[in-house]
């Protein structure tokens, strides 16, 4: 159960290094399952994710831009 003192990085910190990613203050992302990052969202099958301003440059580093 999610408490609603707790962030999304609370938990972020529990899970595995490697393979997920942070992108938005609200979503942590599969690596393995994007299938397009272009502008500000991430596109993993028929789901749209945006990119937190936060996360840009994170997101950027990873497809090596």
């Known amino acids: 159960m999610i408490n609603n003192d707790e962030k999304i990085s609370d938990y972020e910190a529990m899970l595995p ?9 609200s979503f942590i992302v599969a ?11 991430i596109m993993i099958d028929t789901h749209e994710i945006p990119i937190g301003q936060t996360y840009k440059s994170r997101v950027s580093r990873l497809i090596g831009a």
């Open 17 to 25: 290094i490697g393979g997920l990613m942070s992108v938005h203050k």
């Open 31 to 41: 690596l393995e399952k994007i299938n397009l990052i272009e502008g500000n969202r």
